[in-house]
């Protein structure tokens, strides 16, 4: 597929044009964060030399929607009998998230595991999967937060993204990945890249690639982990000044689980899906009153070896993380997840050699 180049200054033209038949998500600053909105046109200040605050979670998987409206009809001949009338909700207008970051896009592949299977098909995730596409922006710079080189992946990842645009001199050269990407880059307003911008994308790219350094060996993570399952003494050590403030899970790319309300007004109401998070107390509290991960160190625990452990087990070995860092960026108390998962390492090759 061939690469288009498209300089800074006209970029907003690329916008535009996406825009007339798309919504378009791009990440501005939002107070002290920089969020992904909708594109408004040529006079918003686009962020694009950092990482988000903020995932493009939302585009795909929104922190809060309607599911469905309901309505109680009582049958006025029949006082004892009352019907619901069901209405699915579902939006899932086209729209292009640009300017993520290659580990955003990455993110969803995890989420299609679970969401997005012949055998487990959550219609409101596929239908807004299928119409989403992402123009991901290789990181010209990383920062010492980034780890996505420990997953298995790298600033210039491909997988999940449908474009991936390279910073090169006063522009961008756009690389389609997917079908979906070769459309949104068949336009006008776009160059052909010469092969000197081509080299110098293979250039960039690997220049964000060196800058991350050697990547850590996390295979045993997945072994270590189950071993330390029982040892609360090494979870209650390393999440002891966690405030359990959901940060991490929040902003998480790979984070994918839900909560369902139903808010109601009289005899109608809609029901609603909301994110959850797992390092809530609330989030494993039983009807009965029983909590089957009490304190934050079970809860901790359930979140690291969820995505270096229980998730690749389940997935050919596929860890539920993307190295985007921003638990680590977030966390008030410094908690990271880097430190836990090579100090399981260690603690479980120290205790198989004690044994
Ligand atoms: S962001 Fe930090 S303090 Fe907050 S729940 Fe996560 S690990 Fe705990
Ligand atoms: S666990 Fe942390 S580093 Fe990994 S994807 Fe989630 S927020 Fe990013």
Redesign the pocket.
């Known amino acids: 597929m061939t690469s288009k180049y498209i300089p800074a200054d006209r970029l907003t033209a690329w916008l535009d044009e996406l825009a007339a038949s798309n919504r378009v998500l791009v990440p501005v600053r939002d107070n002290a964060a920089v969020a992904f909105q909708p594109y408004t046109g040529g006079d918003q200040e686009l962020v694009l030399d950092t990482q988000a605050t903020t995932p493009p979670k939302g585009s795909v998987f929104p922190a809060s929607e309607p599911l469905m409206t309901f309505e109680y009809r009582k049958d006025e001949e029949n006082p004892g009998k009352v019907d619901v009338a069901v209405q699915p909700t579902m939006e899932a207008a086209p729209t292009v998230v640009f300017g993520c970051r290659p580990c955003d896009a990455r993110g969803f592949t995890i989420f299609d595991r679970v969401y997005n299977t012949d055998g487990m098909r959550d219609h409101y995730y596929a239908a807004r999967r299928k119409n989403t596409s992402f123009v991901s922006l290789v990181c010209k710079e990383t920062a010492s937060s980034c780890f996505c080189h420990w997953v298995g992946e790298g600033p210039a990842d491909t997988r999940g993204s449908d474009v991936l645009a390279t910073p090169v001199g006063q522009g961008y050269v756009l690389e389609p990945i997917t079908e979906q990407g070769k459309a949104l880059v068949e336009s006008k307003t776009l160059d052909n890249a010469t092969q000197e911008q081509l080299d110098a994308t293979a250039q960039v790219k690997q220049d964000a690639r060196d800058s991350l350094g050697d990547a850590v060996d996390v295979s045993e993570a997945q072994e270590a982990l189950l071993r330390l399952f029982d040892d609360m003494e090494f979870w209650q050590d390393v999440s002891a000044?966690?405030?359990?403030?959901?940060?991490?899970?929040y902003l998480c790319p790979t984070c994918y689980c839900f909560n369902i309300t139903d808010e109601s007004c009289g005899n109608q109401g809609f029901r609603i899906r909301s994110w959850d998070n797992c390092?809530s107390y609330l989030f494993t509290l039983e009807g009965s009153g029983h909590n089957p991960r009490p304190t934050?160190a079970h809860r901790?625990k359930n979140r690291v070896g969820h995505k270096f452990s229980y998730y690749p087990g389940l997935h050919e070995g596929l860890i539920a993380c993307c190295g985007c860092g921003r638990?680590i960026k977030?966390?008030?108390?410094s908690?990271d997840i880097r430190e836990i998962v090579l100090r399981a390492m260690e603690t479980a090759t120290a205790e198989t050699k004690a044994s």
């Not at 000044?241 to 899970?249: D, E, P, R």
């Not at 977030?330 to 108390?333: A, E, F, N, Q, T």
Request: hydrophobic fraction near 35%.
């Open positions: 000044k966690c405030i359990s403030c959901g940060a991490c899970t390092m934050k901790l638990c977030s966390c008030p108390v908690v």
